[in-house]
């Protein structure tokens, strides 16, 4: 994992985590590396790795168990898919309709570039 971009750290650092649970590389129940790990690791400031982890705490997707670590909380991959596919349909979808209702493309249309793309694109 590289942290880098324009996007703040502890959100990219959030996001690797809610890959690694998606991917099934965290199950549900499981350990996720410490707070002093991802700083030494990364080579960041414990506190900005502390916020993302919070973030995914905040959300339920972690829990601590005091002195032990964080843990990736039951449910957390479905929950986490939901929330992903509810943001993909409001960044992505949302704005593909729009465009494709501005430029007067039909359903049909659309959903035959959607088609074309799904196989075009490895």
């Known amino acids: 994992m590289q942290l880098q971009g324009e996007k703040p750290i ?3 650092l959030a996001e690797q985590l809610e890959d690694g649970i998606l991917s099934g590389a965290y199950p549900e129940g499981s350990q996720v590396p410490s707070i002093t790990e991802y700083a030494a690791t990364y080579k960041i400031n414990p506190a900005t790795a ?3 982890i919070n973030l995914l705490v905040n959300a339920g997707l972690l829990y601590k168990k005091r002195g032990i670590g964080m843990f ?7 929950n986490l898919r939901r929330q992903r596919f ?3 349909y409001h960044d992505y979808v949302e704005k593909l309709v729009h ?3 501005g430029l007067g493309l039909t ?3 659309l959903l035959d570039l959607v088609r074309r793309g799904f196989h075009d694109v490895n």
């Open 86 to 88: 509810e943001r993909f």
């Open 72 to 78: 990736v909380a039951e449910g957390a991959r479905e």
């Open 10 to 12: 502890f959100l990219q």
């Open 50 to 52: 502390l916020k993302g």
């Open 99 to 101: 465009e494709a209702k």
């Open 107 to 109: 359903l049909e249309q």
